[in-house]
């Protein structure tokens, strides 16, 4: 199995809301990874887990907040989102040990369309 | 910041090569080059990756320049389903911190396959 299963695949939520978008990988894979990625644009990086601890939290505002419950699972929690939080999100995984060298691909789940009204 | 720069577009007709460019020109000894692609509105999916030999697998070749700073990506046959953004990516080959298998993308470029 080497897919990353991401639920669900389109999102409409009220600015009031509270909703959570998952991500879920059975590779045995111990970094996993939120991107945003709005129209026309590359995807940028949200947030890091390694090991279930998040490691890289790359200045995003406090209404995303993610969560890593066990190693398979990835969950990125929604809370007064603005319309211009309104992207594709997408998760990936790959594999994080020393004993593992960083030469390995990460595969991505095919992302959440959110759309914030 | 990424550390590659590609051309924006290239189209490419069907059923021949398509040679996709980049460069990277700061890459450090011990970086890989990286190939995504992302298909419209689904996720990147690998290519290819390499160190500075030539690589190749069933999707494409990688040719790496002996002095490192570029690279070609070759579809060898492309087909309407290429069509896509494709991303040229340097990351780190061990590891040095938490930010060391996190994927930066570039702008990438849009390879348009013409019937």
């Known amino acids: 199995d080497t897919e990353v299963t991401q639920t669900p695949k389109h999102l409409v939520m009220g600015m009031t809301n509270k909703k959570s978008l998952k991500c879920e990988q059975h590779?045995?894979?111990?970094?996993m990874y939120w991107y945003k990625q709005k129209a026309k644009k590359p995807p940028e990086l949200m947030f890091v887990?390694?090991?279930?601890?998040?490691?890289i939290n790359e200045s995003v505002p406090s209404r995303f907040s993610p969560e890593c419950p066990n190693s398979s699972l990835l969950n990125l929690h929604l809370h007064a989102l603005q319309p211009e939080d309104s992207a594709l999100y997408l998760c990936?995984?790959?594999?994080?040990?020393?004993?593992?060298?960083?030469?390995?691909?990460?595969?991505f789940g095919q992302g959440t369309r959110l759309t914030v009204v | 910041d990424a550390k590659t720069t590609q051309p924006p577009s290239m189209d490419c007709a069907e059923g021949r090569a398509a040679n996709l460019p980049c460069n990277h020109s700061?890459?450090?000894?011990?970086?890989?080059v990286y190939w995504y692609r992302q298909i419209h509105s689904q996720g990147p999916q690998y290519i290819i990756h390499?160190?500075?030999n030539n690589e190749t697998n069933e999707m494409a070749s990688l040719i790496i320049t002996e002095d490192r700073k570029s690279s070609t990506l070759i579809l060898p046959h492309a087909t309407l389903r290429d069509t896509a953004v494709y991303y040229c990516?340097?990351?780190?080959?061990?590891?040095?911190?938490?930010?060391?298998?996190?994927?930066?993308f570039g702008k990438g470029t849009k390879l348009s396959v013409i019937p």
């Open positions: 390499g160190l500075k």
């Open positions: 990936a995984s790959s594999p994080r040990s020393i004993q593992v060298p960083a030469n390995t691909e990460a595969f």
């Open positions: 700061t890459i450090s000894g011990n970086e890989y």
């Open positions: 590779m045995g894979h111990r970094a």
């Open positions: 887990y390694s090991y279930e601890k998040l490691s």
């Open positions: 990516i340097v990351r780190p080959g061990v590891w040095s911190g938490a930010g060391s298998y996190q994927l930066t």
